[in-house]
């Protein structure tokens, strides 16, 4: 009886080792198959929920990099300001456009036309007035700068000044609706809010 029991608690013993050796043996495959991948986390800085557009101002982010610090930054800003003026110029192409297609106007082509060229004119001026929100250098392993930078316009002000610019117009103030159009301009930054915080 004892040598039965004896075996018994020996075969026992040697399928635990076995089954452990196993899974120990499936974890490090899996260990080893992570870091096979080459992923590492890494920081992008001047990114994130603070540096999106809301309904109330533009932002852009961007990175620059060069052996040069100063042609670094340059980058960087240049990069960050081509981004914010697609973000105002697509907003304000999705604001007249609604605008436009809400009212019964004669001659909505050449309306159209005159919106586009006058808003033209004050998104270029508002371009001037960006803060710098964030900015960071780094110097990568290859000795170069990196530059991170976000930056911020006022959509309120280009508001206004988009609303001042049309009511002075000789050719649009007779059709020209504030209301409608500060309406559609809200909804618009409300749609850029929405997309950039992925809702």
Do not use: H, W
């Not at 907003?91 to 309306?111: A, F, H, R």
């Not at 991170?148 to 609706?177: C, T």
Request: hydrophobic letters at 30%; aromatic letters at 6%; glycine letters at 6%.
């Amino acid at each position: 009886m004892k040598a039965k029991n004896l075996k018994q608690v020996f075969i026992l013993g040697l399928g635990m080792i076995m089954t452990a050796g196993l899974s120990s043996c499936g974890s490090s495959e899996k260990v080893a198959s992570v870091k096979s991948q080459g992923e590492e986390l890494i920081e992008v800085y001047c990114t994130g929920p603070d540096y999106q557009s809301d309904k109330k101002t533009f932002r852009a982010s961007a990175i620059g990099e060069s052996l040069d610090q100063m042609v670094s930054k340059k980058k960087a800003g240049t990069n960050a300001r081509a981004e914010l003026a697609t973000l105002v110029a697509s907003t304000i192409k999705g604001t007249i456009d609604n605008y436009i297609n809400s009212t019964e106007l004669n001659n909505v082509e050449q309306v159209e036309e005159r919106f586009e060229g006058l808003t033209r004119e004050v998104i270029n001026q508002q371009l001037n007035n960006i803060k710098v929100i964030c900015e960071k250098q780094t110097r990568t392993a290859q000795n170069k700068y990196k530059t991170y930078i976000a930056i911020e316009m006022s959509g309120e002000d280009l508001e206004k000044a988009i609303e001042q610019k049309l009511s002075q117009d000789e050719k649009l103030k007779v059709d020209y609706d504030y209301n409608k159009f500060k309406e559609t301009y809200d909804a618009e930054m409300q749609k850029l809010e929405s997309k950039q915080r992925g809702f």
